[in-house]
């Protein structure tokens, strides 16, 4: 059974649908053994006690360097044996140094079709934002293993929806985010069977 670790800032409805892919039995090789936050007030704290998950808040406040925090939250999630991490709405750039401790077995999702609308500054309603500016007929999400780059570590997997005349940003959002809670679970699924293999930073899906 493999250890999962969800990192939450906010409300966390990502790390709903992870924790109700794993009570279903959809996950039936993981379970999430810890969600962690950078904010005491993150409602995805609450959603893991609901669930008797258990929970840690570290505030970055009392840290000097983001080195440093890091460095205890790697180790944190060492003492549990942790063997996958999913950022679910985690609003830090992760240092090397927690990358390095954790590479392969960190994984983010990301509200497009990644390579496009990806990078500094393109997180939440502002990726919408920025598909509908240029016109795209469709968008989508993307499930990554994280790299040192924002954005850029190898894709898992993907899901389309179109764009339709219309929408706002907050609608593309809720349809995007339907596909985010599918594809999450997808890869998560895939993790926990051993069936991905990174191949020259590409992604290969074993049968």
Known sequence: MKKIAVFVS?????????????????ISKGKIEIV?????DAYGLQRAKKHNIKTLFLSPDDFKTREEYDKVVATKMNELNIDLICLAGYMRILTPVFLDTFKGKIMN??????????GKGMYGIYVHEAVL????????C??????YGT?????????????????????LQKRVLEQEH??????????????????Q??????E
Do not use: M, W
């Not at 790390?15 to 959809?26: N, R, V």
């Open 151 to 171: 954005d850029t570590g190898p894709v898992i997997l993907q899901r389309k929806v179109p764009v339709l005349d219309g929408d706002t940003p907050e609608i």
């Open 182 to 199: 599918l594809a999450y679970k997808e890869a998560i699924k895939l993790f926990t069977e051993d069936k991905l293999e990174i191949i």
């Open 36 to 40: 962690f936050s950078n904010k005491e």
């Open 142 to 147: 993307t499930v990554h293993f994280v790299d």
């Open 10 to 26: 906010g409300s966390g409805s990502n790390l709903q649908a992870i924790i109700d892919a794993c009570e279903s039995g959809y």
């Open 109 to 118: 999702i990301h509200p497009a079709l990644l390579p496009e609308f990806g």
């Open 201 to 206: 930073k590409k992604i290969k899906i074993k």
């Open 133 to 140: 500016k240029a016109g795209k007929k469709e968008s989508g």
